[in-house]
């Protein structure tokens, strides 16, 4: 895990060890998939979230969540959008979906620094869907050629 020195008071802070939009640090070393993760891919290829151009943000991946408990009769079981973000967060990892910014605003031209106006959206990766990662029996995680 890296640190970094807060520049007014010294103190010395944990930081993850991947940078902002890589996904969940543990996700590539999982070996199994939850069934959670699992509805959260299930969902992504119900709503067709295969490209850049048809990927959706977080609060659809949950809607979609909702409504599915919602026909089932279990109102009160859906999850957060907290943890559908730690979800998608843990298969973006585990390399099962890639995340996207749709558009970026330029801060100073002069260092370069944007940020990002819109929130994420996702869509199932390229490697999930030519079955270079796929999912064997139980949810586990086979990698290769199929």
Known sequence: MRTTTC??????LAAGSRPKGQGKATGAEQTRLSKSQISTL?????LNARNRDSS??????????????????????????????FWLSALLGAGFVEMFNRKIETVDKETRTIRFIKKPT???????LD??????EGGQIIKGES
């Open 7 to 12: 520049p007014r008071c010294g103190l010395i």
């Open 56 to 85: 959706v943000p977080m609060r659809e991946v949950w809607y979609a969540f909702r409504q599915e408990r919602v026909r089932r009769g279990e109102l009160s079981k859906f999850p957060t959008t907290h943890l559908v973000g």
């Open 131 to 136: 079955g270079s990662i796929r999912l064997g």
């Open 42 to 46: 299930n969902i992504l290829r119900e």
């Open 122 to 128: 996702w869509s199932l990766s390229r490697n999930y």
